[in-house]
């Protein structure tokens, strides 16, 4: 080699380091909680740019089975046999036996989605992130065949949560904590393993815990309704969101007027918008977002329930004031994210957004 020509520099030792932690973590499915400093990413991440992001051509064209194997059902006969394979012919989807009402628009490292999980077991959750899905399928059930926690199905990978983050270490790491977390309780305390493996369940048994949040890797501002149809989320969470405060960055910003109408769209009536922030410039401008969309008076897409400073109109509001369980989706969200966590230790303060999506306006 030319002593002249200059050499390549060795990989850093840290980055090394992280990479190996990561891939030992995903290659083991280890039970262990992913430690933070091994996932380390950028704050921002530009929503305008060509990310190389996959998504549905539309809603119908989603397959969530992947995302919540244990709700997976069984797969259409001609994928079971292999036809549908050929080159141009769509491959069937794997339904899944309920539909996502529940999501997390940058939903960071995963702390609302594990929070609701336990107090939303009926629902499914979903995060968005900026990483694409893994071809993780544990829990997939083959038709006639019983369902069974046995070693063999311990020892399968699980697949990733489902938030919406557009951040890829960032949804790297709610990928692996919510795994492990599913690992830690793949086994129910009060049913027999060995009795599951001798006797087939007389009924559909009941999921593991934490099989209901999931997480991908998307830009909502673009394609939010390539993933969800018209009125299917009962509950759809901004927490924390990046508040771009130069102005010419404003544009940028998840809650914009042009949005809530959107978000409108994938709402059903009666459903609700939760908003958080520590920022409280922020905090007016989403107000004036939620308040501005939709048109005038009854025609506004969305109604104010609960809107401000979290000292004041939250812990000061009226006993019965709101439904239990929006009651419970915002205390999660005030004391349960990491935003939220960090803002209390640092005596900071919250600005909440709680908004009802309106009943559509009749034709004229």
Known sequence: MDPTTPKMAPPSTKRQKREDYRKTHQETQSAEMPKKKFYRQRAHTNPFSDHQLTYPKNPAAMD?????????????????????????????????????????????????????????PDELILGTSGRPPLPLTPFNLTPNVPFSLSADLANRPLPPPTGLEIRTQVLTYV?????AIRQ????????????????????????????????LRANTMKFLPNFFPRHSLSKL???????????????????????????????????????????????????????????????????????????????????GELDEEVEMCVEAMLNETEEGKKVTR??????????????DPPWP
């Not at 990928?175 to 795994?179: M, V």
């Not at 410039?281 to 939620?290: D, P, S």
């Not at 501005?292 to 506004?300: A, C, I, M, V």
């Open 175 to 179: 990928t692996d904590r919510i795994s």
């Open 346 to 359: 640092v005596g900071g303060r919250k600005f909440i957004g709680v908004w009802r999506r309106r009943e």
């Open 237 to 319: 969470f901004l927490c924390f969101p990046d508040p771009h405060f130069k102005n010419r960055k404003k544009k940028a910003r998840i809650v914009s007027k042009t949005l809530c109408a959107e978000y409108a769209f994938v709402v059903r009536p009666g459903g609700y918008a939760f908003t958080i922030t520590d920022v409280e410039e922020l905090g007016a401008w989403m107000e004036g977002a939620f308040e501005r969309s939709g048109g005038e008076g009854e025609d506004k897409g969305w109604e104010r329930v609960v809107c401000g400073d979290a000292e004041v109109v939250w812990k000061g509001r009226g006993e």
């Open 184 to 215: 830690q309780h793949l086994h129910p305390s009060s049913t027999s393993p060995s009795t599951l493996l001798t006797d087939p369940p007389l009924t559909t048994p009941k999921p593991t815990p934490y099989q209901n949040i999931s997480a």
């Open 64 to 120: 969530w089975s992947g995302f919540y194997p244990a709700f997976a059902e069984p797969e259409p006969e001609n994928a079971i046999t292999g036809e549908g394979d050929t080159e141009g012919e769509e491959k069937p989807v794997r339904k899944i036996s309920k539909a996502v009402t529940v999501a997390d628009i940058g939903c960071g490292f995963g702390g609302l989605l594990v929070a609701l999980s336990t107090k939303l």
